[in-house]
Nanobody
Framework: QVQLVESGGGLVQAGGSLRLSCAAS????????MGWFRQAPGKEREFVAA????????YYADSVKGRFTISRDNAKNTVYLQMNNLKPEDTALYYC????????????????????WGQGTQVTVSS
């Protein structure tokens, strides 16, 4: 069983930066891809970024390309999301998720394909 714990959320002004962390514990060797998703009030959960645990593949939603960077430290079993040039529309609860299988760029964006989820960390961007 894999456990995921996110941290690093907070309140920031537009144009600012935050770095989210997701610490994985348990059977982490079974995680092939890790993803970040977000959910704003009244909206569906949406894909933000994904990274493979061993193949260094990264995928991003169009809305965050060029501003967000996903990375991972395998020695620490931790995945990061560096968020720069934040906008008010980035305000949401950000979730980390893990899946044990390989996914294509499209497949990695599908919410229901991820097996394990963290509790979320709130990001609020003021204008």
């Amino acid at each position: 069983q894999v456990q995921l714990v996110e941290s690093g959320g907070g309140l920031v002004q537009a144009g600012g930066s935050l770095r989210l962390s997701c610490a994985a514990s348990g059977r982490t060797f079974s995680n092939n891809f890790m993803g970040w998703f977000r959910q704003a009030p009244g909206k569906e959960r949406e894909f933000v970024a994904a990274i493979s645990w061993s193949l260094d593949k990264t995928y991003y939603a169009d809305s965050v390309k060029g501003r967000f960077t996903i990375s991972r430290d395998n020695a620490k079993n931790t995945v990061y999301l560096q968020m720069n040039n934040l906008k008010p529309e980035d305000t949401a609860l950000y979730y980390c998720a893990a899946r044990p299988d390989y996914c294509s760029e499209y497949g990695c964006s599908l919410v229901d394909r991820y097996r394990t989820w963290g509790q979320g960390t709130q990001v609020t961007v003021s204008s």
